[in-house]
Structures are given as structure tokens and as C-alpha cells.
């Protein structure tokens, strides 16, 4: 019997660090999640991973096999750096990869989130009978993985898969990454939010509103998801208009590489049937008529987990 192997896996994302103990089978032992402290630059939040590995191996007397981290951004993966995350204030290019080795002294990776997302997926989820697959992770921001005979497709500099950075109307709203009308705008948290903001004093009798009459209460995606759940007519609108939005933005994708099946992940997917049946309905309105019959919208089956998961998986498998 192979004696059992365990990495750490980081799934780094503008609001949270999640950091997990995965064995090569994909379980994960332990995990925790901490605040990114995003907005106050690169050296706070290299020092959260840190803290957060620290506080994840303390009293585990085990050895790791090594470090995967998976972060937004362009990442030059050779070399462990991350380019421009679009939701991290004041990165440029940081040498994430090099500044957690010199701190572990361990083999480290850095992939793009959704990349390692999708190799999770791959290797332990919803991918692990598929040759090609579109993987896209709803947080924070959107991100996207595209799978190729079982490969990650980084494309040229390791940029691609950016598809919450393609843009359904050129005259839409301002990303963080400088373009107008990303997908991005439409269904990552913070802008999902503000538009429920936005339309709300239209729906005063509607769920969401009554639910933040209680001061205690934050609007969030959470929120919006529980509202749908109780068949909110507002509530449903908001998530059938994203998914219709993200489904227009995956039509054309679809369209350029011949790949119809599509794995959704991440914490906005958590809004369900009325999302994954926007997509896919949007998807088959504008997808080329051969590819129509093929499309499949699948929900991640990592879940939140996902981006542990596939992080720690870089360490054990050749990805590319």
C-alpha cells in the first residue's frame, strides 16, 4: 500500500484564504480560512498565507510533500510569479512562490485559482471522465480554466482562461481590470451586490428587502440565495440575469474552442438550479447550432473545496 502523501493546498481569494492538508487521493485532513486583508497590498497578504500555513501545520507532527497555492491573476508559473490580480490593490509582479519557499523551505507552485481549480476537478471532481471542459469559479471575482485532453491550457505568458475578462458589451460597466462590460461586472460579488443595491428601492416588498429591515443583517450573495430559495421574485430575477449574462459571455468561448461541457464552481454557484438553468438556456440561444445538443452545464463537485484541492494537486501531478 502506498504510504500516504500530504501537501498544502492555498486557494487564495480577494476576500478569504482558504489552506487545507490534502493527500494524494484528493481528502483533505485539515483546513482553515482567514481574512486576505487584500486591500492592504502584496506584503500583508503573503504574510496571511504565511500565518495561515503556520497555523494550519501547528501540533501536526507530518511531513508535506510540498506547497500549491493557486491565485488570482496572470501567473508566470515557472518562476511562481502573479501578475496583476484584477481584486489586489497595489500587486504587480510578486514573487509569491519565491517568498513562500525561502519562509517553508518546501517545493512551492503557483497556478492561476481557477487553473487549479480545474485540475481539482480534473484529477478528484466533476471532470475526472471528461477529456475537455470549460471550468469557471463564481467568487469574488470570475474566474476560468480550459481543459484540453486532460491538459490546463495556459496559452502563450500563462494568461489564459481569463473568461470573467471578456467583454459581452463594450459599453457596459468598468471592470477593476480597465475593460468595460467583463462578464466580471455582472455576476462577481461586489457587483452583484451593488445591482441588488441598485434596484431595490423598486422592490420594496420584496424578500431581500424585508430581510435587511433587521440591522444585523449584511447583503451578500448568501442573502440573495436564500431569498431565491423562498421563490423571491426580485431574488430569482437577479440570479436568472447574471446566469443569462455569464452564459452569453461562455457562448463565445464555446464558439472559438469546440468545448460544450461547462463546470461551474465557487461560492456564487451556490445559487443552484435557477442559475445553471439561465446559463445553459443562454448558452444554447447563441452557441453555433451543431454544438447546441452537446452543451452541459455541471455543477463543481468540489465545491468550496475545489481550489484546496486542486492547489495541493499541483504538487503531485504533472498538470501540463
Given at each position: 500500500m502506498?504510504?500516504?502523501?500530504?501537501a498544502?493546498?492555498?486557494d487564495?481569494g480577494?476576500?478569504?484564504?482558504?489552506?487545507?492538508?490534502?493527500?494524494?487521493?484528493g481528502?483533505i485532513k485539515?483546513k482553515?480560512?482567514?481574512?486576505?486583508?487584500a486591500a492592504?497590498g502584496p506584503?500583508?497578504?503573503v504574510?496571511?498565507?504565511?500565518?495561515?500555513?503556520?497555523?494550519?501545520?501547528?501540533?501536526?507532527?507530518i511531513?508535506?510533500?510540498?506547497?500549491?497555492?493557486?491565485?488570482p491573476?496572470?501567473?508566470?508559473?515557472?518562476k511562481?510569479?502573479?501578475?496583476?490580480?484584477?481584486?489586489?490593490p497595489g500587486w504587480?509582479k510578486?514573487?509569491l512562490?519565491?517568498?513562500?519557499?525561502?519562509e517553508?523551505?518546501k517545493?512551492?507552485v503557483?497556478?492561476?485559482?481557477?487553473?487549479?481549480?480545474?485540475?481539482g476537478?480534473?484529477?478528484?471532481?466533476?471532470g475526472?471522465?471528461l477529456n475537455?471542459?470549460?471550468?469557471?469559479?463564481?467568487?469574488t471575482?470570475v474566474?476560468?480554466?480550459?481543459?484540453?485532453?486532460?491538459k490546463?491550457?495556459?496559452?502563450?505568458?500563462?494568461?489564459?482562461?481569463e473568461?470573467?475578462?471578456?467583454?459581452i458589451?463594450?459599453n457596459?460597466?468598468?471592470?477593476?481590470c480597465g475593460s468595460?462590460?467583463?462578464?466580471?461586472?455582472?455576476?462577481?460579488n461586489?457587483?452583484?451586490v451593488n445591482n441588488?443595491?441598485?434596484?431595490?428601492?423598486?422592490?420594496?416588498?420584496?424578500?431581500?428587502?424585508?430581510m435587511?429591515?433587521?440591522?444585523n443583517?449584511?447583503?451578500?450573495p448568501?442573502l440573495?440565495?436564500?431569498a431565491?430559495?423562498?421563490?423571491?421574485?426580485?431574488?430569482?430575477?437577479?440570479?436568472?440575469n447574471?446566469?443569462?449574462?455569464?452564459g452569453?459571455?461562455l457562448a463565445?468561448?464555446?464558439?472559438?474552442?469546440d468545448?460544450?461541457?461547462?463546470?461551474?464552481g465557487?461560492?456564487?454557484?451556490?445559487?443552484g438550479?435557477?442559475?445553471?438553468n439561465?446559463?445553459?438556456?443562454?448558452?444554447?440561444?447563441r452557441v453555433?447550432?451543431?454544438?447546441?445538443?452537446?452543451?452541459?452545464?455541471?455543477?463543481?463537485?468540489?465545491r468550496?473545496?475545489?481550489?484546496?484541492?486542486g492547489?495541493?494537486?499541483?504538487v503531485f501531478?504533472?498538470?501540463?
Open positions: 502506498e504510504k500516504e502523501k500530504i498544502v493546498g492555498v487564495l480577494g476576500t478569504s484564504i482558504k489552506i487545507g492538508l490534502v493527500n494524494q487521493l481528502k485539515k482553515i480560512s482567514i481574512d486576505s486583508l492592504d506584503k500583508r497578504v504574510s496571511q498565507i504565511i500565518a495561515g500555513i503556520y497555523k494550519l501545520l501547528d501540533g501536526q507532527k511531513k508535506i510533500e510540498g506547497i500549491g497555492i493557486g491565485s491573476g496572470i501567473i508566470i508559473t515557472e511562481g510569479i502573479v501578475a496583476d490580480p484584477p481584486n489586489f504587480k510578486v514573487p512562490g519565491k517568498l513562500i519557499a525561502e517553508f523551505n517545493k512551492v503557483v497556478e492561476n485559482d481557477a487553473n487549479a481549480a480545474a485540475i476537478e480534473l484529477i478528484y471532481g466533476a475526472k471522465k475537455y471542459f470549460i471550468m469557471i469559479t463564481l467568487g471575482g474566474g476560468g480554466g480550459i481543459i484540453i485532453n486532460k490546463i491550457y495556459r496559452g502563450e505568458t500563462g494568461g489564459a482562461g473568461i470573467g475578462h471578456s467583454s458589451d463594450y457596459g460597466p468598468l471592470c477593476k468595460k462590460g467583463c462578464i466580471e461586472t455582472y455576476i462577481g461586489s457587483y452583484l441588488v443595491k441598485q434596484q431595490l428601492p423598486d422592490h420594496p416588498h420584496s424578500l431581500i428587502a424585508k435587511l429591515q433587521d440591522p443583517t449584511q447583503l451578500s448568501k440573495i440565495s436564500d431565491a430559495s423562498m421563490n423571491d421574485e426580485f431574488a430569482l430575477s437577479i440570479i436568472e447574471a446566469g443569462e449574462k455569464l452569453y459571455g463565445s468561448v464555446i464558439n472559438i474552442f468545448i460544450t461541457n461547462v463546470i461551474i465557487g461560492g456564487v454557484a451556490g445559487f438550479k435557477p442559475l445553471f439561465a446559463v445553459e438556456k443562454a448558452i444554447k440561444s453555433m447550432i451543431p454544438f447546441k445538443s452537446r452543451v452541459k452545464v455541471i455543477p463543481a463537485k468540489l468550496n473545496d475545489a481550489g484546496i484541492k492547489a495541493s494537486a499541483l501531478y504533472k498538470s501540463s
